[in-house]
Nanobody
């Protein structure tokens, strides 16, 4: 069993910054990739950032240059630094991990709300 626990989101003014973290716990032999997705009201869940175990990063154009994903493999933790936040970044943010446990799993966090508003 593997669990992901995310830090709290919050309310941020446009142009502000916020850092999210997500830690994995349980029976973990390797985490192939960790990432963040988001889902705004009435929209589909979309990828925000992803990082593999060798450090390869993926970002959609909508956040490129503003968001940075990083991970601490010693702590099984992934971070998302969000800068220059815009109202359209408002969403529930979900942590995701592809984990080799007793089997290969895709695990999701519970989600944390980020609201960008003045």
């Amino acid at each position: 069993q593997v669990q992901l626990v995310e830090s709290e989101g919050g309310l941020v003014q446009p142009g502000g910054s916020l850092r999210l973290s997500c830690g994995a716990s349980g029976t973990i032999f390797n985490i192939y990739a960790m990432g963040w997705y988001r889902q705004a009201p009435g929209k589909q869940r979309e990828l925000v950032a992803r990082i593999t175990d060798n450090g390869s990063r993926t970002y959609p154009d909508s956040v490129k240059g503003r968001f940075t994903i990083s991970r601490d493999n010693t702590k099984n933790t992934v971070y998302l630094q969000m800068n220059s936040l815009k109202p359209e970044d408002t969403a529930v943010y979900y942590c995701n991990a592809e984990v080799r446990s007793t089997s290969t799993l895709e695990v999701w966090g519970q989600g944390t709300l980020v609201t960008v508003s003045s």
